[in-house]
């Protein structure tokens, strides 16, 4: 039985799975990670959202502030073993929710050209390819999407 917990960038279940993220992100795009881990970090100030499978963290999503009317989804991750049930739907709507709620009207992202499923789950919850915006400007790995949620 899955179930979610709302919770902030300092849960320790959160940081378990994004070391895991990170290794995962390594191996598919190498010493290319060392730009992106600057913009990666998560604080207490971030909500978060950890899935749990029983008692087991299973994946995992963030929400930072990007600037008044936007909110940036930071990382997502599902344990590959547990990829195709539905968590990441889970996680991202409980982030697009909690972006609601807090009075945000668009949600951005960035994520890899590389990474396809990525890609389609955002697509199939309607996010927009758009611009790359901040950091990811100019950088061709990196494919940039947008929702409006108000």
């Known amino acids: 039985m899955l179930t979610l917990k709302r919770t902030n960038g300092n849960d320790a279940d959160l940081k378990a799975l994004i070391i895991q993220l990170d290794q995962f992100l390594w191996s598919v795009y190498n010493k290319g990670m060392g730009y ?8 207490a100030e971030n909500e978060a959202v950890v899935v749990y499978d029983k008692d087991r963290p299973v994946g995992c999503g963030c929400l930072r502030e990007y600037d008044t009317d936007t909110a940036e989804v930071k990382r997502m991750f599902v344990l590959p073993a547990e990829r195709k049930k539905g968590i990441a ?6 982030l697009e929710k909690c972006a609601k709620e807090q009075g945000y009207k668009k949600v951005i992202l960035e994520t890899g050209a590389n990474l396809a499923e990525a890609v389609n789950l955002y697509r199939k919850h309607q996010y927009e390819i758009t611009d790359n915006y901040g950091p990811y400007i100019g950088i061709k790995e990196s494919v940039c999407m947008k929702k ?3």
């Not at 992106?36 to 604080?43: E, G, I, K, L, P």
């Not at 739907?89 to 409980?94: C, G, I, K, W």
């Open 148 to 150: 409006i949620i108000s």
């Open 36 to 43: 992106y881990a600057q913009f990666n970090s998560v604080d």
């Open 89 to 94: 739907s889970l996680v991202l709507n409980e």
